[in-house]
């Protein structure tokens, strides 16, 4: 027997702290979700990537990782002057990186979480968005690798008391990625420099095949790269950056979406129909597919396939997000940030447009991980006021809704999609169950006009006869001259008697004017 889902849950923090609450479907006229986890202080909060562990930081103070299934305290570490924490994918480790005054104090630590132990320290001098995590794990923890000066250096992360085990040269390196699903293969990327043309290359993570490049690719314009691996570590999706468009055609840089292949079959520019910027790029749940939003406003947005070959138009509109729900069926195309909050709900696998909505402001927003459900949130610090949480169904129908004074961050806690039932299942349940209402409703209806029929039986006298058309305006005014004016009004039907005695009448005063004109009496009636 199948086991049942796991539950949905939400963290949510504010500025007293976060706090975990049950995720939807909630009752109708729910403001309050169920929490799990009473609102504990904090200054960061995240999961680990398999939701089995919750990290939350105090600045400059501790760690404190939970379990995710109890919500009980798995370990807290003090660490004084703490800049930044981050947990390995299964929540196994933890690194931590901490102020330091000089070099000989190591200020860079991975720790076993279970047991608290220091497992491999360093010295960095500082920490960026680009660079942190220092240590980037495979999804498996089976792969570890880090970037340093002019090289990439590797990890068995079941034994990090060996210390770095081989090494990738590449002079000049400033950004990599580790393809995680499965940890098979690094990207690492070169800026331009001196007339030298930017290059990002792909490598093995085998320790006998890192001397040779898998795949390559050049391009002049470029200062900053986002590396997108897909599931199966086939394809790498690379957004070069370059602070400056000459062409003057954007104020905000240039941009250029790569696409290269582990088995070098493309090695090229992704063919996008519109110029202009490229606003976001994901992969589909299977790594098969991805899609594009991209060129000046109103953007345009498209899925290719593997090959590089367009597979579906998404259309035209106020567009700089897209998001591709876990189950690969259902997309949303939606204008953030600086834009009006449109949503575009489209089902993919029937190639149509589901629905259209808005959630104007929203800074974050993410499918659940069924698949089912689309949150936004509007948040600071970007957002100062209107701070809330929305929840949409995968329809486009709003489900939820909550207003906060203040809220920093609202995240799903992460789940393997393979462990919920596919969304045609609930399709499938939800429209047999409207089908048995339906039924019922008629049957009923049918039995209530039978009854209806058998107490009064159709008759001539009571089947309704065809009538001239009356205007709208006309409606009833008939009956209403007829209380007016004692029945003068015509009606277009019988006389009522009134009107038929009123007729006699003037019959009668006819005939006897008549009479007294030929000068013979009228017979008495």
């Known amino acids: 027997m199948a086991s049942p889902p796991p539950a949905l849950e939400i963290l949510v923090r504010e500025p007293d702290g976060f706090s975990v609450w049950s995720g939807p479907p909630y009752p109708p006229g729910t403001t309050s979700p169920p929490q799990r986890l009473p609102k504990t202080a904090c200054s960061a909060t995240s999961f680990s990537a398999d939701g089995a562990r919750l990290l939350a930081t105090v600045a400059s103070a501790s760690a404190t990782v939970y379990d995710c299934r109890t919500l009980a305290v798995v370990k807290c570490f003090e660490l004084p002057g703490l800049l930044a924490a981050a947990l390995s994918p299964t929540g196994a480790y933890l690194q931590t990186f901490q102020k330091s005054s000089s070099p000989q104090e190591k200020n860079v630590t991975v720790w076993q979480v279970d047991t608290a132990v220091a497992l491999y320290q360093h010295y960095q001098k500082s920490m960026s968005k680009a660079t942190w995590p220092m240590i980037q794990f495979s999804a498996d923890e089976s792969v570890g690798c880090r970037m340093m000066p002019n090289e990439i250096q590797f990890f068995d992360p079941k034994d990090f008391i060996k210390g770095v085990l081989s090494r990738i040269r590449m002079p000049g390196i400033a950004a990599m990625q580790l393809a995680t699903a499965p940890g098979s293969h690094v990207a690492g990327f070169v800026p331009e420099a001196k007339g030298i043309p930017a290059s990002v290359q792909i490598f093995s993570c085998n320790k006998d095949a890192q001397n040779q490049v898998v795949a390559r690719r050049s391009f002049f314009r470029c200062s900053t790269v986002q590396l997108h691996w897909n599931k199966g570590s086939t394809g790498l ?226 089947a309704s006869k065809p009538t001239a058309y009356r205007p709208p305006h006309a409606k009833g005014s008939a009956e209403v001259q007829d209380k007016l004016f004692g029945g003068l009004a015509p009606t277009g039907g019988e006389m009522s008697k009134n009107a038929l005695r009123n007729k006699k009448r003037r019959e009668k005063q006819k005939e006897k004017k008549a009479a007294e004109a030929s000068g013979s009496p009228a017979d008495e009636s």
């Open 237 to 462: 999706l690379v957004l070069a950056q370059a602070d400056v468009d000459k062409t003057n055609q954007s104020y905000y840089g240039e941009t250029k979406l790569n696409y290269l292949t582990t088995d070098r079959a493309f090695e090229g520019i992704v063919p996008l129909k519109k110029d202009g910027p490229v606003h976001d790029v994901q992969w589909s749940s299977l790594g098969s597919e991805f899609a594009v939003v991209y060129g000046f406003m109103p953007a345009k947005a498209t899925i290719f396939n593997k090959k590089c070959n367009p597979l579906l138009e998404l259309g035209e509109g106020p567009y700089n997000t897209i998001r591709w729900n876990p189950k690969g069926r259902f997309v949303v195309l939606a204008g953030f940030g600086n834009l009006p909050g449109d949503m575009a709900f489209w089902d993919y696998s029937e190639k149509k447009l589901v629905a259209k909505t808005k959630a104007e402001w929203s800074v974050t927003s993410e499918w659940s991980p069924d698949g089912r459900h689309f949150m936004t949130a509007t948040t600071a610090p970007r957002l100062q006021i209107d701070n809330c949480i929305k929840i949409f169904d995968h329809n486009g129908s709003l489900q939820f809704k909550k207003m906060f004074e203040k809220l920093y961050q609202a995240d799903w806690k992460p789940e393997t999609p393979e462990r919920f039932g596919d969304i045609t299942d609930l399709a499938t349940s939800l429209s047999s169950l409207k089908i048995e209402e339906t039924k019922k409703q008629v049957s009923a209806q049918g039995s209530k006009s039978a009854q209806t029929s058998s107490k009064a039986p159709l008759t001539a006298s009571t």
